[in-house]
């Protein structure tokens, strides 16, 4: 059974930073892709950042570049997410997702596109106050 765990949300103040981690496990293989996404309360939930691990190459969003890094352990099959300088505006729940379609490239990771991937998360709260 394929499960997939993020951990690290929390509370902290503008300005901060906390590390979101994420742990895919029981597919047989490290997936080929995994990705962040995030929702806030009554927004539409938008793509954070993308890896593919094979080559390990990253993709981030307009709106995390210069505050958000992304890295991998191929040993652990897990990915974070370092966020730093955290805004009001990164309030959301977190969650991770991962493919493990041969198919998942570069180009998938550069499109953020939900519908790639497979499995989720059940997502880590991160608040950010003023």
């Known amino acids: 059974q394929v499960q997939v765990v993020e951990s690290g949300g929390g509370s902290v103040q503008a300005g901060g930073s906390l590390r979101l981690s994420c742990a895919a496990s029981?597919?047989?293989?490290?997936?080929?892709?995994m990705a962040w996404f995030r929702q806030a309360p009554g927004k539409e939930r938008e793509g954070v950042a993308a890896?593919?691990?094979?080559?390990?190459?990253?993709y981030l969003a307009d709106s995390v570049k210069g505050r958000f890094t992304t890295s991998q352990d191929n040993a652990k099959n897990t990915v974070y997410l370092q966020m730093n300088s955290l805004r009001p505006e990164d309030t959301a729940m977190y969650y991770c997702?991962?493919?493990?379609?041969?198919?998942?490239?570069?180009?998938?990771?550069?499109?953020?596109?939900?519908?790639?991937?497979?499995?989720w998360g059940q997502g880590t709260q991160v608040t950010v106050s003023s």
């Open positions: 997702a991962a493919s493990f379609s041969t198919l998942c490239d570069l180009t998938t990771i550069q499109a953020l596109g939900e519908t790639d991937y497979t499995y």
């Open positions: 890896l593919y691990t094979s080559g390990r190459s990253t």
């Open positions: 029981g597919y047989g293989y490290r997936p080929y892709c």
